[in-house]
Structure formats: structure tokens, C-alpha cells
């Protein structure tokens, strides 16, 4: 459930994004959640290895 959450979250992010700011800045917002998404998961990865 939480993923949908997160899901919905993003694209309401990325379309208020697109709208404001054009479709070139909706693009490097998404990047910057994916980079915070892939971060997050590489944390937790190092953390529970270590």
C-alpha cells in the first residue's frame, strides 16, 4: 500500500512540475526522485550489510 502511496505522491509531484514549470523541469524532478528512491535502497542495503 505504501508504494501506491509513493506512486501517487510522484506523479502529483511531476504534474504540478509539468505545469508550472515545463516538461524539461518535470523530467529532472523525476530523475531526482528516482536518484532519492535508488539512495534510499543503497542505504539500506550498506546498513543491513554492515
Do not use: H, N
Not at 501506491?4 to 504540478?16: C, D, Q
Not at 516538461?23 to 543491513?48: E, K, N, P, Q, S
Amino acid at each position: 500500500m505504501d508504494d501506491v502511496l509513493f506512486i501517487a505522491w510522484a506523479e502529483a509531484i511531476v504534474e504540478f512540475v509539468d505545469e508550472r514549470y515545463g516538461r524539461a523541469a518535470a523530467w529532472m524532478a523525476a530523475l531526482a526522485m528516482l536518484g532519492v528512491f535508488v539512495a534510499v535502497i543503497a542505504g539500506l542495503i550498506w546498513w543491513i550489510a554492515c
